[in-house]
């Protein structure tokens, strides 16, 4: 049975048979998951049929009561766009929408769909989602999250009517969110290189940390130190002051960007045949054809170079010259993921630029559009090419342009 959640109004299956024909046609994520829910998303789309003739920009709001136990929340929304609203808004605007996935807690799925009713009955409603929530809390946290708000503002100036219902059904079976958190059924896989002195460092000859005990149990009761760094070194983020003037400094990256799932495109073939390799647009193409990387996600490049951290020199790889030589990303590569609105790219060598490179054009393009790095990753080919989350615990450095970072990820187990 599907409940309208208002007032706790019931729409009962014996209104099947006054159904108009009114039919909004959901992506295949979105199919029922057992033949029984056929009847309770039909009486769903009678609900939805009764409100749209009812008034325009309608809005069914749930009671204060909560669901169900084994139920989920749908928040359902329908968007007719302005004349004239150009397809290139109206595809970021759905992207956005979609993104909010992985920038709001407990939003289980976001399930796009396409009005397919006779034209005198689809009131020019074009394009609709159900967002799927485990309680009605949730729902509400997501509604005044400042990254849901955010895209209120970017699509409310283009909208000539809108449609919202909300309402509570049967949980199907397999619905969960899509970014996997610490249960049973899941692992921690630590992604950073411990920090201390003699370790690979971009500038080589400097001393490059210190660590100098200050406190000692024995003799004053209870232990403590101080440690020095440069801000680059180590397992580390590079903020967009790192190298654009007036950026945002790494105390300033967004709590909500520094939690984020993410995607492996293994290249270590590649490496093997060239050491001077560098991620092609070819390449994230070849690695799309297994699902399109999700905006917002971070994207990882495993090169197979952490296998040398223990070796500076050989990390380093300089030649005769003393120019570095490894792996990485590509400037035309950090475009098209830019494009895809990506939250940072990260690589298990020690710069998101190859080591040939003069010019640092990843640096300044992916750092030119808020896109953070992160440098000599470890333990990469433990996570899979998808379906992990990541956690970049670096230090808020005030005004710094920089910081070395706990990096962790949240994979299921195997």
């Known amino acids: 049975m599907i409940y309208l959640l208002k007032g706790g109004t019931n729409i009962h299956a014996d209104l099947t048979a006054k159904m108009p024909q009114f039919v909004w046609h959901l992506s295949s994520e979105t199919k029922m998951h057992s033949a029984k829910n056929s009847v309770r998303i039909l009486s769903f789309i009678i609900a939805l049929v009764v409100a749209l003739f009812c008034s325009q920009q309608t ?9 169900a136990t084994g139920t989920v929340v749908r928040h359902y929304v329908a968007f007719k766009f302005k004349d004239g609203t150009a397809s290139e808004k109206i595809e970021q605007i759905v992207a956005a929408f979609k993104h909010l996935q992985t920038e709001v807690p407990d939003v289980l799925s976001i399930e796009e769909g396409v009005n ?32 849901h708000l955010r895209f209120v503002d970017l699509v409310r100036p283009e909208l000539a009517d809108s449609f919202i219902l909300d309402f509570a059904c049967d949980a199907p079976e397999k619905l969960t969110t899509g ?27 400097s001393v490059a940390f210190t660590y100098d005990s200050i406190y000692t149990v024995k003799k004053d ?10 801000e680059h070194y180590g397992t580390h983020i590079d903020a967009p002051s790192h190298f654009i003037d007036e950026g945002a400094s790494v105390d300033q990256i967004s709590a909500d960007s520094l939690i984020r799932p993410c995607v492996v495109i293994d290249v270590r073939d590649e490496v093997k045949q060239n050491s001077d390799y560098q991620l092609t647009v070819d390449k994230i193409k070849s690695f799309e054809t297994g699902g399109k990387i999700p905006p917002g996600s971070i994207v990882l490049l495993l090169t197979g170079w952490e296998d040398r951290w223990s070796s500076p020199k050989e990390y380093r790889n300089a030649d005769a010259t003393g120019t570095m030589r490894f792996p990485s990303f590509s400037p035309e590569a950090a475009a098209y993921l830019a494009d895809r609105s990506v939250a940072a790219l990260g690589v298990d060598t020690i710069s998101a630029d190859y080591g040939l490179s003069k010019t640092y054009g990843v640096h300044h393009l992916a750092l030119s559009k808020g896109i953070f790095l992160i440098e000599n990753l470890n333990n990469l080919d433990k996570l899979p090419a998808r379906n992990a989350l990541l956690f970049c615990g670096v230090l808020p450095i005030k005004n710094g342009t920089g910081a070395p970072a706990r990096i962790l990820a949240v994979v299921p187990k195997p």
Do not use: W
Not at 125 to 147: E, M
Not at 183 to 202: A, E, K, R
Not at 221 to 230: I, L, N, Q, S, V
């Open 59 to 67: 809005v069914i709001a749930l009671s204060p009561e909560p669901a």
């Open 116 to 147: 397919v009713s006779p034209e005198h009955m689809n009131k020019g409603l074009t394009h609709g989602f159900i967002v799927s929530f485990p309680t009605l809390n949730a729902r509400d946290v997501y509604l005044l999250h400042p990254n």
């Open 179 to 205: 970014i996997p958190t610490n249960g049973q059924n899941n692992q921690i896989v630590d992604l950073t290189h411990v920090l201390g002195p003699d370790l690979p460092d971009f500038h080589e000859g």
């Open 221 to 230: 009761g209870y232990a403590g130190g101080k440690f020095c760094t440069p």
